[in-house]
């Protein structure tokens, strides 16, 4: 069935580092690739989105890149800050279709 | 802009008993999703509502149903509630336009079940 791997389950990084969060989608048919940061008693937040015609977008200290041939997809966060300290998720979904996520990776920034 | 609205934010329920959540999307939306994240199995799909007509079905037992109204409001509704049922029901709006889509999340019901 379809199915999203995420890695690493969590990241420690001092603060102004970079970190790097990778996914991995089975069903070739997707098109559509979010990313969510979930903080303490929320629900989750879209932080960036990617559609399969465009191979990396970029939002101030976040981007994602997608490699539709290995069907790999990171989220890059450069220059790190406490507050970037949540549990984020990848998803996948083929157009409209229910969003398959992954298992969520917890970031901690430490100052 | 309202955001997505769910209600109530806490629910206590024991076994055995039936539970109904409640989700405003935001204005305009027209599908609402369901989603139930537990530390174990993370986020699953439920179901999908769009123009008050299921659209998308998870793989849940039919203990779980929804429906949706014509103000796009949507319900969801637990039966005969078991422990494993606690979790935190998330509740997505989204929206269609030209090709652009995109799902805004609700902060969730937490429903523990005794």
């Known amino acids: 069935g379809e199915n999203v791997e995420q890695h690493p389950s969590t990241l420690s990084v001092q603060e102004g580092d970079s970190a790097v969060i990778k996914c991995t989608y089975s069903?070739?048919?997707?098109?559509?690739f979010p990313w969510y940061k979930q903080e303490l008693g929320k629900g989750p937040q879209l932080i960036i989105d990617?559609?399969?015609?465009?191979g990396e977008k970029k939002d101030q200290r976040i981007a994602v890149t997608l490699n539709k041939t290995a069907k790999h997809f990171s989220l890059h966060i450069t220059e790190t800050q406490p507050e970037d300290s949540a549990v984020y998720f990848c998803a996948a979904s083929r157009d409209t279709d229910k969003l398959i996520f992954g298992t969520g990776t917890r970031l901690q920034v430490f100052p | 802009k309202a955001g997505v609205t769910q209600t109530p934010r806490y629910l206590i329920k024991t076994r055995g008993q039936q539970v109904t959540l409640s989700c405003s999307p935001i204005?305009?939306?027209?599908?609402v999703s369901w989603y139930q994240q537990t530390p174990g199995q993370g986020l699953q799909f439920l179901f999908e509502?769009?123009?008050?007509?299921?659209?998308n079905k998870g793989n849940f037992p039919g203990r779980f149903s929804g429906r949706q109204f014509s103000n796009s409001r949507s319900e969801m509704n637990v039966s005969t509630l078991e422990l494993g049922d606690s979790a935190l029901y998330l509740c997505?709006?989204?929206?269609?336009?030209?090709?652009?889509?995109?799902?805004?999340f609700g902060s969730g019901t937490r429903l523990t079940v005794v």
């Open positions: 997505a709006s989204s929206f269609w336009d030209r090709g652009d889509y995109g799902y805004t």
């Open positions: 509502y769009f123009s008050e007509t299921q659209r």
């Open positions: 069903d070739s048919a997707s098109n559509y």
């Open positions: 990617i559609r399969s015609n465009v």
């Open positions: 204005s305009g939306h027209r599908s």
